[in-house]
């Protein structure tokens, strides 16, 4: 349990916060917040504070501007000082959901979308869905007026050391920061391509999660900053080597017990979990939009660079969408290896439970798991195995989740609306700009 509203207001008076920020996200994703002083901490932690939501990108006409922050109190914590503090006294924070001016939920709040699916989950008697992201980024260096570049301030691949790897300050301050906010880390570890990164911190309940991601990664954005270098969660920020992605391991739980393990079944998968992987599959073309939400995303999956790019599951290679770590017992999972770290963690955690809870409800069984390497596979191959692409544009992506009902509806009618009109826009803006690379192939040659 979470601190009470008069535990809080002590715990703010022995830190000496001198600020309260209260957090959320809008539809993109984009952490946003009002930030009091201690003359209005109270009205804060009541639920009273008001906010302009005609201003948040997704959220309401100007017509209907007034929102609500309501804070939930189990999500309390005071920043250290490497985060936030200084001179002016120290930080701490709440997230927020959303709510109407007569106290109902707002209909666009990102966190009450994952709440609806995780309230359906609940109908059908399961305790929750545990999910365990592994988001990756980038560390480059910054010019002398502070923007960043895309050069690597190293040339270490994976798992290498110092002097190779020189983000290994960065990662400790970063790890650090985040264990004395309360997280768990599993492992933290140079990756694949040069300047890339990756931090893992404990699976729990799916809306800690999620609120876990929005946190993480604010907490590496700042640290990154104090060391001179810029993060960035950008999939695919380097044309030719690996992109960064955000495998979700994913499992349900029934009266505390694993509802995906089933010791006397083919690869100890039960029917439950066989039922949600059929689902994941069956909404992947539609749900690719909301795990991989920007133009960019698609530059990272593409063949050759470890990302899947088919539709598939497989309990021993890395080349399917869906794997299935060896572990048994409590740590039966499946792992969804295509989402990237620059999606709503709200709404993807929504869609993939939505995908996995149609899957339950309408029995759907996968087609049978690929053992083979899925990137050797010829077209004829992977035809006969009824296996699909993903979509290869966000254009492709949006088009499919538009008519995607399980996908759109797990968002709700608001936030869909307006999540398939921003990705349209983003779209057309990157087609009709002229790029680098069609004037170093086209501008002399014609």
């Known amino acids: ?101 007569d106290d109902t939920p707002f209909e666009g709040d990102p966190r009450y979308a994952l709440r609806r699916q995780i309230d359906r989950l609940k109908a059908m008697g399961f305790d929750d869905l545990s999910a365990g992201p592994e988001p990756e980024f980038f560390m480059f260096t910054r010019h002398s007026d502070g923007s960043p570049t895309t050069e ?43 300047g890339q990164h990756e931090i893992d911190f404990k699976y729990g309940p799916a809306l800690k999660t999620a609120d876990n991601i929005a946190t993480f990664r604010y907490v590496v954005k700042r640290i990154a900053l104090n060391h001179g270098l810029h993060a960035t969660f950008m999939p695919k920020p380097v044309a030719g080597i690996n992109g960064s992605g955000m ?110 809870l149609d899957g339950i409800e309408n029995k759907t069984i996968p087609a049978p798991a690929i053992q083979r390497n899925i990137f050797d596979m010829s077209v004829r191959d992977r035809r006969r195995h009824k296996i699909k692409e993903l979509p290869g544009t966000l254009r492709e992506a949006v088009a499919t989740f538009e008519k995607d009902k399980v996908m759109t509806g797990a968002l709700g009618e608001h936030i869909a609306g307006h999540f398939i009109d921003a990705k349209t826009a983003e779209f057309e803006a990157y087609r009709i700009e002229v790029h680098d690379w069609e004037l170093d192939q086209y501008l002399v040659e014609y």
Request: glycine share 8%.
């Open 152 to 194: 690597t301030h190293d040339g270490a691949g994976y798992f290498d050391l110092a002097p190779l790897d020189r983000g290994e300050e960065a990662r400790r301050d970063m790890v650090n920061a985040l264990v004395e906010m309360g997280f768990e880390i599993e492992a933290a570890h140079h990756e694949v391509a040069p």
């Open 1 to 101: 349990m979470g601190l009470t509203k008069k535990e809080i207001l002590k715990t703010l008076k022995d830190e000496g916060v001198s600020f309260l920020r209260m957090q959320f996200t809008d539809i993109l994703g984009h952490n946003k917040n009002v930030e009091v002083p201690t003359s209005q901490f109270e009205k804060a932690l009541d639920g009273e504070l008001m906010f302009d939501g005609s201003s948040v990108q997704g959220f309401t006409r100007i017509e209907e501007s007034d929102m609500l922050l309501k804070p939930d109190l189990d999500t309390f914590l005071v920043f250290p000082d490497i985060v936030e503090g200084g001179e002016r006294g120290r930080v701490a924070r709440l997230i927020c959901d959303i709510a109407n001016p």
């Open 247 to 356: 495998h979700t391991h994913l499992s349900l739980f029934k009266g505390g017990k694993n509802a995906f393990f089933d010791e006397k079944a083919d690869l100890q998968l039960s029917t439950t979990a066989l039922h949600f992987i059929g689902g994941l599959l069956e909404h992947a073309a539609g749900m690719v939009a909301v795990t991989n939400p920007t133009v960019n995303s698609y530059k990272r999956l593409t063949p050759g660079y470890e990302a899947p790019t088919n539709i598939a599951w497989s309990a021993s290679n890395r080349s399917a969408m869906i794997r299935i770590p060896a572990r048994r017992g409590v740590g039966t999972r499946c792992e969804l290896r295509m989402p990237d770290p620059t999606c709503n963690p709200y709404l993807a955690l929504a869609v993939m439970l939505a995908a996995g």
